[in-house]
């Protein structure tokens, strides 16, 4: 478990600085507004992220479109998770701003790591003795 929560992680800061390379190419590169660089800077990070969750993470051989699918899906759901935490304490408990950032990922991380392993990429692997 240890082993798939460090790949998890080291996709997610790969990700995250593919993710914003993007951003920031789009708005000063390309003279984009930052909303629809943001836009294609998500979209971009979670190609790469699923794709490297895929095959380095969880290893898996199943179909692909079904998994993207469902990667997308709970993608969101973390998502809303992450952004109903956030609204949560920092609206109705009053906790700061940054710390309430942080403890919604870190819920974000940790949804989106049970979902990825057990509905996303579940049944789809190959066989690893370091697993």
Not at 77 to 97: C, D, P
Request: hydrophobic share 55%; aromatic share 18%; net charge positive.
């Amino acid at each position: 478990m240890i082993d798939y929560l460090l790949r998890f992680a080291t996709v997610g800061v790969i990700n995250t600085v593919i993710g914003y390379a993007v951003i920031f190419f789009c708005m000063y590169g390309l003279s984009q507004s930052p909303v629809l660089s943001n836009v294609i800077g998500y979209a971009v990070g979670l190609i790469v992220s699923f794709v490297l969750n895929r095959s380095y993470t969880f290893r898996s051989t199943a179909a692909v479109a079904p998994q993207a699918l469902r990667f997308a899906a709970f993608f969101i759901l973390a998502y809303l998770v992450n952004l109903g935490i956030l609204i949560w304490l920092t609206r109705y408990l009053g906790v700061r701003s940054g710390t309430s950032q942080i403890v919604a990922g870190i819920a974000y991380f940790v949804v989106f790591f049970i979902i990825s392993k057990y509905f996303v990429f579940a049944g789809g692997g190959r066989n690893d003795s370091r697993n």
